[in-house]
Structure formats: C-alpha cells, structure tokens
C-alpha cells in the first residue's frame, strides 16, 4: 500500500508535469481574460471599486504568474496595484485595464503546443495618452496605428506554442504607457489547404497542414467554389402567422431572399409556404440563380406536404435556362400529409436560370413548402470525406477539368471551419478550351501528347507545360498570362504554339522562363534555329552559324570562313540557321529566355546576304524557322518575295548517325509543289528547323516571316494553282551506289517556260563520298527540279551527275506519270539507247568524277512520232561532228535537213546539196537532234540521231 507521504510526492510531481506541459484550450473555445483589479477593489487612482469579472471571462488582477482558473498564466512581477477600473459607457471590459505594461512587465500562459490566434484589445477609456505597442512572444510586434490620438487599438496575430512553450506578451517600451484591458485566446483549428501535387489526367493529391490535436479531417472536393453548400435556399422562418391571407404581392415580406414570384402563396402556417387555393393550384418560382458551374447541374430538395383534405397530390418542377421559357423537369412528384423530401436534378443551368414548384392546374391541388435548397453536389466520394492523415489521392475526374477542394480539422466527431479553397485543374489530353477552367495562379497545367490547349478566355496560371505532339494556342485578343511555360520535344515529335483567329493577336507572357526543347536523336549535325528572342548557345552543344561570303566549305575546326564557331553562352539570333553537334544522343536542345526574352512572335525579319567574291555557295544563306511551330513556305509568300530569293528552299538531312556519311538535300519547290526526295513534305517547315535559301543581289536584302505562315499542322496546307494538275507529267530519276540514293525531278506543266524560271529550283550538290549526285542542265543551270512547259518531239535533256567514288551506279525510274501511251522517253548514254518506263534500271560504271554533264541525256519523242531514235524505215545516211566541232552529214543529194537544240527547237534546216554536207553554221556547245528525210530513191526513208557539240 502506498503511503501518504508517496501520494502527496506523486501529487505534486503530477502538477508539475502538468504545468510544464500547459493547458487545453478546447477546440471551438476561446479563452478570455479580463485585465481589472480584484472585484471589489479601488487600487491606485481608480474612480471606483472594481466591479465582478465580466460573465464568460476570468480575471486577472495583476498576480505574479501562478495556476489560475484551470490555467496558469500572470505576470513576471506583481501588477495588482497597475489594475484600474474606469465607469464610462464603453462596457465593462472596455472599462478596466492593466495600467503602465512596459517592457519590464511581461504577461504569459502557459499553453500546450499548437497555434493559437490572439485577439488583444488595450487602451484607456478617459485618455487617449498611450502608444498602445506589445511585443508578441518576444518576436511580433504589434504597432500601434494611431499612438496617442485614439482610446482604443485593437490587434489579431496567429502564434504558434512550442512544447513546454507559452504565450506572452509585454509593451515594447516603458515610456510608451501601454494599457491593455483583455485577451482573447483560441485554438487555431483550422488547417491551410496547400497546391494540389500529383495531377494527372483522372486524379490529383489534395494536401493540407497538421491541426494539433486533430482526430481527423473532412474533405470536399467540387468542381464549383460553392461546393456543396447551397446556392439558395428559403425555409420561410419570416412566415409567422396563420392567416391563410394571399401574399403574392408582397413575397418579400415572407421570404429570406429578394426576387421570389409566386401565385397563390398563402400563410397559412407558421414556418412554411402554402401553394394553390381550392378551386385553382399555383406555383412558386426563385429568383434568377447561377448554376453555370459544373457544366449547368445541380440539385433541387425541397420538404412537401398536402394541405388539408385536398384529393390531388401532385406537383410539378419546371426549368428556365433562359429565365422566361419554362421546362418541365422530370416526372410529375406526388405527395402525402407529412413533409417528406424531394429531390431533383437540375441540368443546362446557365448564370439566368429560375425554377418553378407547381401545382398540376387542378382544384384541390393545394400543398404546403418547406426547406428549398438548390445547390451543386461534391464529387461522388468526397463528400464530407473522413481522412486521417494530411494528404489524398482524389482519382475518377475528368480530363482537363477544374476542381476545388477544400478541408476540416475533427475534434471529437466534431468538423470545424473550412480550411481555405485550392483550386486544381487535372492534366489536358484532348481539345480543352480556357473558358471552361477557373483562373488559377497556383495550378501548373499539363498539355498530354495529342492534346488542345485553346486559350479562348483570359487566364492566369502559374504554368503550362505542353508534352510533345500536344499544342497550344492564344485566340485573337486573348492573354495567357504564366511564370513558366514548357515546350517538349520527343523521338515521336515536338509541341508547338501558334496565335490563332483572323488577327493572329494573342498574347502569351511569361513572366519567368520559357523553355523550348529540340529532340536531337544522335551525335551528329543537326540544323536548328532559335525559338525565343534572346536564347543562348546551351552547355553540351557545339555551335556553327554560316557566314555567306566566306570561302571554309566544311564546318570543322578551325571554321573561320563560311562555318563559324558559336561559344557556348553566345546569343542566337531569331531566324538564323545553326549547326548544333550535341555530346550527348538521344537527348532535347533546349532554347531558354534569359531576362527579359520572349517566345519569337509576330513579324520577324531576316537579312540575306549576297556576296559577289564568294568562290562558293553565292547567295545561299543557312536561316531558320523562329517559331516554335510549322511554317507554311507558300507560293504566295515566294511570288511577294521573287525579287529577293529564287523560291526553293533546301533542308540538309543525314540518314544516318554521325556526320561521317547518309548526307543529302531535300529540295521543295513552291511553284510546283513537289519536293524531292518525293517522300518528304518539304513545303512545311517544322519548328525550329534551319534550312537554306538564295538570295538574289540585293542591297539590303531581307525577308520577314509572320503569324500568318505559322500552323500546328503535319500536313501541307499548299493550294497552288500547279499543285492540284493531276495530269502533269513527271519523271522522277534515282541515283544508287546501293547504300545511298539522290534524285532529280523532270516535270511539264502549262504554266512553265521552257527556260529557266520558278519551276525550276538548281540543285545543291551533297559533295559527299557516299552519295553521288544527278541533275538535269539547262542554260548552262544545274537543276534538280526542272519545270519544262510541254514535251515536245525530239527534245533532249542533258543529264548530269557526280560520283565521289569509282564504282557501279543504277539510274532507276522511281516514277513517270501522266505521260500518253505512244510518247516513248529514252535513256541515252554515248551510243546505247534505252527506253524508259516506270521502274527501269539502268546501271553502269563510273570513275570519281565532278560534273559530267556529255554522257547522258533524256530523248523524247512526241505523240504521232515514229519509235525510236533510229528509225526501222532507215535513211543509208550518217551524222556526225567533225574536228572543227561541225555537224557534217553523209546523205543523197537533195535529203532535207532539220537540227533541233535541247529544248526541241529547230535551229537549222536545208536542203543537201551533196552527198556530204557540212553545216557551217556556228553552233554552241550543247547536245543535238539532226533529222534527215531522203527524196528520189531515197523517198520515205529517215534518219534521226543525235550528236554533241563541244
């Protein structure tokens, strides 16, 4: 058995420990105390005796720190004789104060842990002498707002209590003759709902604070701010008489709300609404409501009963998303003698919505109203949800969608005051407008690969990152405003941004960093160009920009003339094309803004370089794409522009995974249409992709790129008169050395002329080992596109090519199209002659060679024409060119002569004169068709060869 003595010991340790760990302030309960002299006291100068402690209050009457009231608070010396008691009209805590609490006075309790809010009130009732300013556990300071000209200041503040810990407070100084009349002391129960994290497409993590003391907690989560808290609502306490008088005309007398309308609504009993007379029913409609949010649902209760003996017991609820036209909603309701619960749900609600409780329109159909609420509803399952720690997962929403969730600390089966409001809007994967998402400059939006962002509303958001193969887009006069936005980029593709409408006027700003990224698959080569204002040469690249007029072909080291090397750090220019070499495969160049920079947008002007002395490459400049979208190189856009570049353009590609081989062009030509490889849409230029032009010799040369040519599209948008001739004639021809291939492409089309124009693009050599090159020639033009305006008879056209190597090459016809069944096309290579069609190969041998344009050539023949070059009804005649570079001609006499040039023009014709006839007429170099038709013996008999003339 214990002793005594034990026991006390036990006791008094107990207290102790008590006191050390501090009171309990219930949650939901303020602690107040009143700072006055003892009841019944008159220490100092007071004008009267202390009166009781004020009700709800304890007292505290100056004493030196001690367990008082189930609390032990007080001060660090004894304060008794400071009390004063004043008797104006103020009020009785107004009316006594702590007199003169300055900095050596110091005033605690001891609290358990948590954070408290604080009310203190201090002043003096007949003076206005006090400079009102405390120091707050011995860190806050609470200024006095008007020191000396006002009787009392009033201040809040939130303290957080550590264990063993207290709340205090003291004046901060002793001259300022603070008074303090009582304190106000709460539990802070109240959590702080923090950013969502974890958003994906169909769920997010709601966070929230710790509440000391918590058992749990209560979460909402809605997709409106009102949750589901009611919208309106109406239980007619304002009806409170029995008079059974008709209040139609005075509804807001009886009702909470201003706007009701009714007919027939009657007081008939205290408390609740009567509807309908005996021999007529009635209705009762609410004021206009917003119920626009949550896509225009929600849900009507409402409490009914019949009235009286009245045999029909019928309503009905109607609709009026309009707030005039009224439609039914749902089945009729029916009703007994008690109230009972009705709910039903509303749709299409819009910001001018009414609804209407109705009688049928039948005698005797009379009922009594109670309890409307009209209200949206939480998210099935979070309603009212019970969570025991600081976070959950909230799954089974609804993509690019916007919720609100907020949270309740428990005591006790007790839920206390909502927490503050987090807006959360879940990631976007399919077309998702802004006009349908909450303002939120806390919410980071995620754009999902194949998903719309469309900003059609104003909005704020803290960021938007668009995965790749997602976009983005600003509509005419609308503003995205953000602190960061993200651009991806892919193996499967890149996001891209565009302002959209007929103005292309949207605004995106970014007030922090904007990031674009560049997928850049192997360590090789790779041709790009800067998509914000002011990006920089990033780490792990290395950078080359072309100079026009230098005369270094290759971008190696040391690269001083055409190729110069960029240091990392260095600005990119907008519109310029780069070289960028990364050390590491398979990882996004990212163009960021430094300060002040800006996605590239609106009119942006290149210069274009023409230099006369270069000894290569003249007037071809490397720029860039400076969009962070595709870019339409148009027909329209050449034409407006054909004084001051030809209208190709020309991309340099590797196939394969290093700059040691796989280098070729893809050439597009506008006017046409085509591109070549065939395989390629060459006419739209992806994000941030550099690719050449040639200038034409013009002071001051330059281009500008617009919103207008800018398109999320993967496809070519071109509408070209040229481009929708589906009869025009081609022949594509093929170049192989078995691992690698060029093309050339031969087209006829009404609008071209024969000589050089814009259907002709000139072709940019690859000058690589592994490729060799094929071309056609015309006015002495290397050209891989080669637009002629119709075929005619005996027309030739030169063929050249370049073989970086010896070896075996294969000419293949990879197409000929659209061309009539007897115009016959042959391959003509020296004396061997080859008929061509789609898929003829044709290999030979060749040593390295540059620029052989007199071996091979294209020979066509018209419609109507005999086959073949050499006849089957052949003239005995020869043809050829002699030492002085003259045709000479081995015919009877009088066989009539005809020479074509290239293009099937006739340059000559005659009449032999004798056997052997030379043509003295000067012709220059080039390749020629000579046609002979004999007379006499020699009548209906031809010859038609062709010959070079060096």
Not at 129 to 137: A, C, G, I, R, V
Not at 451 to 457: L, M, S
Not at 787 to 797: E, F, H, K, Y
Not at 806 to 825: C, I, P, Q, Y
Request: proline share 4%; charged share 15%.
């Amino acid at each position: 058995m214990k002793t005594k003595k034990l026991l006390l010991l036990q006791a008094f340790f107990m207290l102790l420990y008590l006191s050390a760990l501090g009171q309990t302030i219930a949650p939901g309960d303020t602690l107040k105390i009143n700072f006055q002299p003892t009841p019944g006291t008159q220490p100092g100068t007071s004008d009267a005796p202390a009166t009781a402690v004020p009700s709800g209050y304890f007292g505290d009457f100056g004493l030196v720190y001690q367990s008082q009231n189930s609390f032990t608070y007080g001060w660090d010396v004894d304060c008794s004789a400071a009390a004063r008691q004043r008797s104006s009209a103020t009020g009785p805590t107004y009316n006594t104060i702590q007199f003169q609490s300055g900095s050596t006075k110091l005033w605690k309790i001891s609290l358990n842990p948590g954070k408290y809010n604080v009310k203190i009130v201090a002043g003096d009732a007949y003076n206005t002498d006090s400079n009102n300013e405390f120091l707050l556990n011995n860190g806050m300071v609470l200024t006095d707002p008007t020191p000396k000209s006002s009787n009392f200041d009033t201040y809040y503040a939130s303290v957080t209590v550590a264990a063993g810990g207290f709340l205090s407070f003291t004046g901060t100084n002793s001259g300022n003759n603070a008074k303090v009349c009582y304190i106000w002391i709460s539990k802070d129960i109240t959590p702080v709902a923090a950013q969502a994290t974890s958003v994906t497409q169909s769920s997010f993590t709601a966070n929230w604070s710790a509440v000391s003391g918590a058992d749990s907690y209560q979460l909402d989560v809605s997709k409106v701010t009102s949750f589901s808290d009611p919208i309106l609502s109406e239980s007619f306490v304002k009806v409170t008489t029995t008079y059974n008088s008709n209040k139609t005309s005075v509804m807001d007398d009886v009702t909470q709300t201003s706007g009701w309308a009714s007919d027939k609504f009657y007081d008939s009993e205290v408390g609740n609404a009567r509807i309908g007379e005996s021999g007529a029913s009635g209705y009762l409609t609410t004021p206009t409501i917003d119920l626009s949010g949550d896509g225009g649902n929600a849900t009507l209760t409402f409490d009914i009963k019949k009235y009286g003996t009245d045999a029909n017991t019928t309503c009905r609820v109607y609709h009026a998303a309009d707030g005039t036209n009224f439609t039914q909603v749902g089945a009729d309701i029916t009703y007994t003698d008690a109230f009972s619960t009705k709910t039903v749900a509303i749709t299409g609600g819009t910001a001018n919505s009414k609804i209407k409780i109705s009688g049928v329109g039948l005698a005797n159909n009379r009922f009594h109203l109670d309890n409307i609420a009209v209200k949206h509803q939480n998210i099935s399952g979070y309603d009212n949800m019970s969570v025991t720690g600081t976070s959950q997962s909230i799954t089974g929403l609804s993509a690019g969608t916007g919720y609100y969730y907020r949270v309740r600390s428990v005591f006790s089966g007790t839920g206390y005051t909502n927490s503050n409001t987090i807006t959360a809007i879940t990631n976007v994967t399919a077309n998702t407008s802004t006009s349908t998402l909450p303002t939120c400059p806390t919410c980071d939006i995620t754009v999902t690969d194949g998903g719309t962002f469309n900003v059609d509303a104003s909005k704020t958001f803290h960021s938007v990152l668009v995965n790749a193969g997602a976009n983005l887009s600003v509509a005419d006069d609308q503003t995205l405003t953000l602190t960061d936005l993200t651009l991806k980029s892919d193996a499967t593709g890149t996001s891209t941004y565009v302002p959209t409408g007929t103005n292309k006027n949207g605004t995106l700003t970014v007030t922090g960093t904007t990031a674009v990224e560049q997928y850049l698959a192997t360590t090789r080569n790779w041709y790009v160009s800067s998509p914000v204002s002011n990006a920089i040469a990033p780490t792990g690249y290395t950078f080359y920009s072309r100079d026009e007029s230098g005369s270094n072909p290759n971008p190696v080291a040391p690269a001083t003339a055409y190729w110069v090397s960029v240091a990392t750090g260095a600005g990119l220019t907008a519109g310029k094309g780069y070289i960028a070499l990364p050390s590491t495969a398979a990882v996004p160049i990212t163009f960021s803004t430094q300060s002040g920079g800006s996605l590239n947008n609106g009119t942006v002007t290149i210069p274009l370089t023409y230099t006369s002395a270069a000894t290569s490459g003249k007037g071809y400049n490397l720029i860039g794409n400076p969009y962070p979208s595709h870019l339409s190189w148009t027909y329209a856009f050449t034409q407006a522009n054909a004084t001051k570049i030809e209208s190709s353009i020309w991309y340099r590609t590797n196939s394969g995974s290093s700059n040691a081989s796989g280098w070729s062009f893809v050439t597009f030509n506008p006017t046409s249409a085509e591109t070549v490889p065939s395989t390629t849409n060459g006419g739209i230029i992806p994000p941030m992709q550099a690719f050449w032009v040639l200038a034409k010799d013009v002071p001051g040369n330059s281009i500008q790129f617009t919103n207008a040519m800018r398109s999320h599209q993967t496809g070519n948008p071109l509408r070209t008169p040229a481009a929708n001739n589906t009869d025009r004639k081609k022949i594509r021809l093929q170049l192989s050395n078995g691992s690698n291939t060029d093309e050339a492409l031969i087209l006829f089309d009404a609008n071209a002329a024969d000589g050089y124009d814009a259907y002709d693009s000139p072709k940019m050599m690859n000058d690589a080992a592994d490729i060799a090159d094929i071309y056609t020639v015309l006015d002495a033009k290397k050209l891989v596109i080669n637009g002629m305006n119709a075929v005619s008879d005996n027309l030739i056209l030169p063929l050249g090519y370049n073989a970086g190597a010896a070896g075996s090459l294969t000419l293949k016809v990879s197409e000929m199209t659209n061309f009539d069944s007897n115009t016959r096309v042959y391959l003509v290579d020296g004396a061997s002659e080859t008929e061509l069609a789609q898929g003829t190969e044709y290999s030979f041998n060749t040593a390295k060679i540059t620029g052989n344009e007199s071996r091979f050539s294209l020979f066509f023949r018209a419609p109507g024409a005999t086959t073949g070059i050499e006849n089957a009804n052949k003239l005995n005649a020869q043809v050829f060119v002699n030492d002085a570079n003259q045709i000479t001609m081995v015919a009877p006499e009088k066989s009539k002569y005809a020479i074509y040039n290239a293009v099937g023009q006739k340059v000559i014709e005659g009449t032999t004169i004798t056997t052997l006839q030379t043509v003295s007429y000067q012709l220059q170099t080039g390749i020629y068709v000579v046609k002979l038709i004999g007379t006499g013996l020699g009548k209906g008999k031809e010859l038609t060869t062709r010959v070079i003339v060096k």
